[in-house]
């Protein structure tokens, strides 16, 4: 059964409760019989694995070092290939011309 938080809109006495979902929630506080409201408690959530924002997306440390030796060859390597790539391509040669047929 889940455990529901409520606070005393009265004497501010907060206290928690065990209730089924199917339960009414309480409505009156049984130390000074004032209004009740339910408490709402954040929840820690940790999402672990690849297809979520941070293990997928988050922007890369630029600072240059890094923990891992292969993952700073790695990223050497890709900025080595981007900057040898030529700015400019030179066009193909234009083929050969077919030999006439002599009859």
Do not use: H
Not at 19 to 46: F, H, M, R, V
Request: proline share 8%; glycine share 8%.
């Amino acid at each position: 059964m889940p455990t529901y938080g409520y606070e005393c809109t009265a004497c501010s006495d907060k206290f928690e409760i065990q209730q089924s979902i199917k339960d009414n929630a309480l409505t009156i506080c049984e130390k000074c019989g004032g209004g009740l409201k339910k408490l709402i408690y954040p929840i820690g959530i940790a999402f672990k694995g690849s297809g979520f924002y941070v293990n997928d997306y988050a922007a890369k440390s630029t600072s240059g070092t890094s923990s891992t030796p292969a993952a700073t060859e790695t990223a050497t390597a890709s900025t080595e290939t981007k900057t040898e790539t030529p700015a400019t391509s030179t066009p193909a040669p234009a083929p050969a011309a077919p030999a006439a047929a002599t009859a």
